[in-house]
Structures are given as structure tokens and as C-alpha cells.
Nanobody
Framework: QVQLVESGGGLVQAGGSLRLSCAAS????????IGWYRQAPGKQRELVAR???????NYADSVKGRFTISRGTAKNTVYLQMNNLKPEDTAVYYC??????????WGQGTQVTVSS
């Protein structure tokens, strides 16, 4: 059993910042990667940022230079620092955990709303 608990979403004005947190518990050994996806109304879920077990990161082009993903000292914790937020960043943000041989696990999602 794997559980992902997200926090940190909310309402912010354009240009503002938010920090999302995600803590994984349960059978979280053999992590391939952990990261964040988002889904806006009427759109498909898309990758925002992810970090591999080795520490390499990749970002969606739309957030490069504005968002930073990082891991806590316990590698089952991940953060997403979001700066210079734009209205188009409005979405439900989901934490994702990719485990070796077990596949993908998802958090319940946290709403981020950016007002113009």
C-alpha cells in the first residue's frame, strides 16, 4: 500500500508564489522517480516536473525558469516551488510516485488557482 499526501495549494494572484509538498508513505522503496502533474478543466493531465532517484530533473517547457522541484532529506518527500505564477497555471496538481515494478501511484490532488 502506497499513500501520497499533498499540501500547499490555494488561491494566489498572478505573479505570486506557492509551494506544494508531497509525502509518500507505505511501500516506497525502489523509487524510480517522484514528481508533479497537473490537469486543467477540459484538458489532459500533463507533466509539470519530476525528479529521478538519481536526482535528475525534467520540467514542462511552460514552467521552466519559474518552478523548481526538489526532494526532502527523506527521499519519499518532494516539493514544488512555483514562482511567477500565471493564470494558465490554474489546475489540480497531482503528486506522482513511480515505483520499480509496481508502477505509478497518485495523490488525491490539490487545487492551484491563479487570478489575473
Amino acid at each position: 500500500q502506497v499513500q501520497l499526501v499533498e499540501s500547499g495549494g490555494g488561491l494566489v494572484q498572478a505573479g505570486g508564489s506557492l509551494r506544494l509538498s508531497c509525502a509518500a508513505s507505505g511501500r516506497t522503496f525502489s523509487i524510480n522517480a517522484i514528481g508533479w502533474y497537473r490537469q486543467a478543466p477540459g484538458k489532459q493531465r500533463e507533466l509539470v516536473a519530476r525528479i529521478s532517484n538519481g536526482g535528475s530533473t525534467n520540467y514542462a517547457d511552460s514552467v521552466k525558469g519559474r518552478f523548481t522541484i526538489s526532494r526532502g532529506t527523506a527521499k519519499n518527500t518532494v516539493y514544488l516551488q512555483m514562482n511567477n505564477l500565471k493564470p494558465e497555471d490554474t489546475a489540480v496538481y497531482y503528486c506522482n510516485l513511480d515505483l520499480y515494478r509496481l508502477g505509478d501511484f497518485w495523490g488525491q490532488g490539490t487545487q492551484v488557482t491563479v487570478s489575473s
